[in-house]
T-cell receptor, first 109, second 115 residues
Framework: QKEVEQDPGPLSVPEGAIVSLNCTYSNSAFQYFMWYRQYSRKGPELLMYTYSSGNKEDGRFTAQVDKSSKYISLFIRDSQPSDSATYLC?????????FGQGTRLTINP | GAVVSQHPSWVICKSGTSVKIECRSLDFQATTMFWYRQFPKQSLMLMATSNEGSKATYEQGVEKDKFLINHASLTLSTLTVTSAHPEDSSFYICSARGASTDTQYFGPGTRLTVL
């Protein structure tokens, strides 16, 4: 079993839709959770960073962590074509990051 | 803040030559730097972790004599791919973490093509 599981998609939605991206993890000791956005042929860009359970909002993005079910989510409101990218969830294990497989998202105008 | 640069952004070389990739933290001191490799449509694979002034720690299956990592200062780490072969062609990405940060900030990546 992978430590972080993420549906690779691809996921395609119309512009303006609410997007929900999800990951599950296996180790209840994980405390730090991140979402990265990666455009084609570019390095990952940190979008959201959360510690333990709860919600965190930044503009159109909301990150949610449910430690009881080992489930992390990223919601994108009012999605834009510029949001089309691969989204990677990650958690920190000692000083390393453990990544999900990444979900390819396309927002159609 | 938290900007990481890489140079070059892409490189093409002949089989058997060595290639050096630089990773710099521009606005913070990176106590730890990481090197990743990414194949098309796949997630990032950690190759090695380096702490400033120490030898790098390589992940299982990564040849340390082939992928030489140097982290001589708090703002610079280098990855040298020695005697490169076509199977080394990939997207190489570095990341950096400072003493006061809990997460990693990534560089833009270097695309290596070995002919």
């Amino acid at each position: 079993q992978k430590e972080v599981e993420q549906d690779p998609g691809p996921l395609s939605v119309p512009e303006g839709a609410i997007v929900s991206l999800n990951c599950t993890y296996s180790n209840s000791a994980f405390q730090y959770f991140m979402w990265y956005r990666q455009y084609s042929r570019k390095g990952p860009e940190l979008l959201m960073y959360t510690y333990s359970s709860g919600n965190k909002e930044d503009g159109r993005f909301t990150a949610q962590v449910d430690k009881s079910s080992k489930y992390i989510s990223l919601f994108i409101r009012d999605s834009q074509p510029s949001d089309s990218a691969t989204y990677l969830c990650a958690t920190r294990k000692t000083q390393k990051l453990v990544f999900g497989q990444g979900t390819r998202l396309t927002i159609n105008p | 803040g938290a900007v990481v640069s890489q140079h070059p952004s892409w490189v093409i070389c002949k089989s058997g030559t060595s290639v050096k990739i630089e990773c710099r933290s521009l606005d913070f001191q990176a106590t730890t730097m990481f090197w990743y490799r990414q194949f098309p449509k796949q997630s990032l694979m950690l190759m090695a972790t380096s702490n400033e002034g120490s030898k790098a720690t390589y992940e299982q299956g990564v040849e340390k004599d082939k992928f030489l990592i140097n982290h001589a200062s708090l703002t610079l780490s280098t990855l040298t791919v020695t005697s490169a072969h076509p199977e080394d062609s990939s997207f190489y990405i570095c990341s950096a973490r400072g003493a006061s940060t809990d997460t990693q900030y990534f560089g833009p990546g270097t695309r290596l093509t070995v002919l």
